[in-house]
C-alpha cells in the first residue's frame, strides 16, 4: 500500500539549535508538501517539490528549508528553531495533474523550547 | 488571494440527524479552482473523503455530499443522516489547477452524539 512516513513524529528542540524532519513516500509521486498546522487552524504550505534536487517555496518560507535528493525523499530543515515554530508538521505526496489527491504522512509534533 | 473560509469551528449533531459543514471559498488567481474535502478521523492521518474539479458538479462518498456552487463560491458538506462513527475533524480545500498549490480551511470539529 502506498504510504508516506514521516520521521521524527515528536521532537523537543532548543532553541536556535538545527531541526531536520524527513518525509519518505512509496507512491512514485512527483510532487512533495510540507505542511505546518497550529492549533485550531488549517495546514498552511511551507516548501513543496516537482521533481528531485529542486524545491519552491510556498507560503510561509521563511525561517525553514527544504531538500529533494530523490523522488522518495523530501526534508524540513529549520536551520535555527525558534518558538513560533512549535507546530505539527505534515508531509504529503501527489501525482501531478488536475485534482489530484494529496497523500499525507502521520505528522511530526515539533515543540521547541 | 486565494483562500477557504469554514466559520464553524466545532459541530455538534446527534446520530441519524442531517448534518451541513459550511465552506466558501475566494479565487482570485484562477476562476474554476479545484475543491475537495479532507477528513481526519480520531488517530488517524489526514486522507481525501471527496472532491470536484468542475464548477457545477457534485462529489460524494461515505453518504456525504458536496456541490460545487461557483455563484456562491461555496463547497458545503452535507450528510442526510450522520452516525457516530462520522465524528471528526473535516477540511474544505482549493487547489488552483495552473500549479500544485493547495489552501486549506481552518478545519470544522463534528461531533456526533449518540
Known amino acids: 500500500e502506498a504510504a508516506v512516513t514521516q520521521s521524527p513524529r515528536s521532537k523537543v528542540a532548543v532553541t536556535g539549535g538545527k531541526v531536520t524532519l524527513s518525509c519518505h513516500q512509496t507512491n512514485n509521486h512527483d510532487y512533495m508538501y510540507w505542511y505546518r498546522q497550529d492549533t485550531g487552524h488549517g495546514l498552511r504550505l511551507i516548501h513543496y517539490s516537482y521533481v528531485a534536487d529542486s524545491t519552491e517555496k510556498g507560503d510561509i518560507p521563511d525561517g525553514y528549508k527544504a531538500s529533494r535528493p530523490s523522488q522518495e525523499n523530501f526534508s524540513l530543515i529549520l536551520e535555527l528553531a525558534s518558538l513560533s515554530q512549535t507546530a505539527v508538521y505534515f508531509c504529503?505526496?501527489?501525482?501531478?495533474?488536475?485534482?489530484?489527491?494529496?497523500?499525507f504522512g502521520e505528522g511530526s509534533r515539533l515543540i521547541v523550547v | 488571494g486565494d483562500s477557504v473560509t469554514q466559520t464553524e469551528g466545532q459541530v455538534t449533531v446527534s446520530e441519524s440527524k442531517s448534518l451541513i459543514i459550511n465552506c466558501t471559498y475566494s479565487a482570485t488567481s484562477i476562476a474554476y479552482p479545484n475543491l475537495f474535502w479532507y477528513v481526519r478521523y480520531p488517530g488517524e492521518g489526514l486522507q481525501l473523503l471527496l472532491k470536484v474539479i468542475t464548477a457545477g458538479q457534485k462529489g460524494s462518498s461515505r453518504g456525504f455530499e458536496a456541490t460545487y456552487n461557483k455563484e456562491t463560491t461555496s463547497f458545503h458538506l452535507q450528510k442526510a443522516s450522520v452516525q457516530e462513527s462520522d465524528s471528526a475533524v473535516y477540511y474544505c480545500?482549493?487547489?488552483?489547477?495552473?500549479?500544485?498549490?493547495?489552501?486549506f480551511g481552518d478545519g470544522t470539529q463534528l461531533v456526533v452524539k449518540p
Open positions: 480545500a482549493l487547489r488552483r489547477n495552473n500549479n500544485n498549490r493547495i489552501f
Open positions: 504529503a505526496s501527489s501525482e501531478k495533474g488536475v485534482g489530484n489527491t494529496l497523500y
